[in-house]
């Protein structure tokens, strides 16, 4: 096996650290001269690509469209809403200046005392602020409504610790911000984007996902409502994967942003938004991955077959090549994409190792014996298995074990998070059972007092309050008051 994927640092003797070795390893990302912020590579970027086209695909199949809106915010928007300047002061980063001139006492570059902007400007945490400014000018009547727009961007969020992709003062995402005429079309919309996600995570990252509702204290700030989808990772942790967020009609009372009715009565707006972003990779990573390095589900790999010839000479080698002309074109016609590795500077056990630490799903060998026998090599990441199958037919083959991969992968996610949600009744069974991870679900009386006496004690915060499955009352576990159903527990990400 190779150096490389010795050198990860096993899952049961260090989580954190095999994370961090298997992003920089896998080529995904690695941290940059700017403090807190990361370069993603382009494998990761390969990675996140897929994603954004799906998720932009879902996004216009439901009715939107993408547009972008300024970096820059004026710091006078960010104090329109009172709960959204206090949820994001303390991460926001300012420009104060335009301009730099040389030290006239010649240490290098200085601001220029003389270029202080007039107002200062936000580098967006987050876009409700610039976006509901501009839908002032948007909105005049119930005809301009609704209006249905996502913007694939970056944010900046001064983050103190970071981790890649999980947490960092620089990140890509996209965020929808839409405007109703109606509260009941926008919760709808909430919800209906919230399954979007849903659907996403467990079709294409092959991730099971609980969906449910914020406690007030966990809602987006300047949000009357926040539903989010919860993931469990393989070190027992909880990772939010999305957000749906419910407005109400905050953004646009603060930035007056009204529309005449049928009846010709103004009426404030009722608005969403919603968002995921690079945090995805990292809930892909943690989810499916070994100590041998990336698994990735076939429908978000870069390329989810890899082909090796196996050869000693120039002549070995095109004979092969002449083979896999004829694969190529079956696993087109199959629609998949693949990758031809017939480089010579490395050799076939360096690749095999090399494509088993990038995730790639399956990869195909292919030698003079198996010429001459009409076969090929078949290596399945998700299992490490391999089997030696007919070369006929390889594309309908190879097209029937990714959706196979696909479906192992999350039957494999969802058995875990079974096997590791648990219910407490006693607060001393909930904290024995936190130390242990995984999903805790318990009755809680409904209190901020008793949320945060349990985040102070045990690190543990409620993910949230599931809108499906089991819903019976109880009695809280610490104060002993009515509970109506079960939330979820966890330590998170």
Known sequence: MAKEIKELTPRNENYAQWYNDLVIKADLAENSAVRGCMVIKPYGY??????????????????????????????????????????????????????????????????????????????RPTSETIIWNTYRGWIQSYRDLPILINQWANVVRWEMRTRLFLRTAEFLWQEGHTAHATQEEAVAETMRMLNVYADFAEQYMAIPVIKGIKTPSERFAGALDT???????QDGKALQAGTSHFLGQNFAKAFDVQYLDKEGKREYVWSTSWGVSTRLMGALIMSHSDDNGLVLPPKLAPYPVVIIPIFKDENGLAAIGEKVEEIAKELKAQGIVFKYDSTDNKKPGWKFAEYELKGVPVRLALGARDLENGTIEVARRDTLAKETVSIENIGVYVKNLLDDIQQNIYRKALEFRTAQTVTADTYDEFKERIEEGGFILAHWDGTPETEALIKDETKATIRCIPLYGEKVAGTDMITGKPSPQRVLFARAY
């Open 46 to 123: 390969a990675i996140w690509e897929k994603i954004q086209k799906q998720l932009d695909e879902m996004f216009k199949e439901t009715g939107h469209v993408n547009a972008y809106f300024p970096l820059f915010i004026p710091k006078s928007f960010m104090s329109k809403e009172a709960d959204h300047v206090e949820g994001f002061a303390k991460e926001c980063a300012v420009v104060t200046h335009y301009r730099l001139k040389n030290d006239p006492e010649g240490k290098g570059v200085i601001v220029d005392p003389e270029a202080k902007l007039e107002e200062e400007l936000i580098i």
């Open 227 to 233: 539903y989010c989808i919860e993931a469990l990772m």
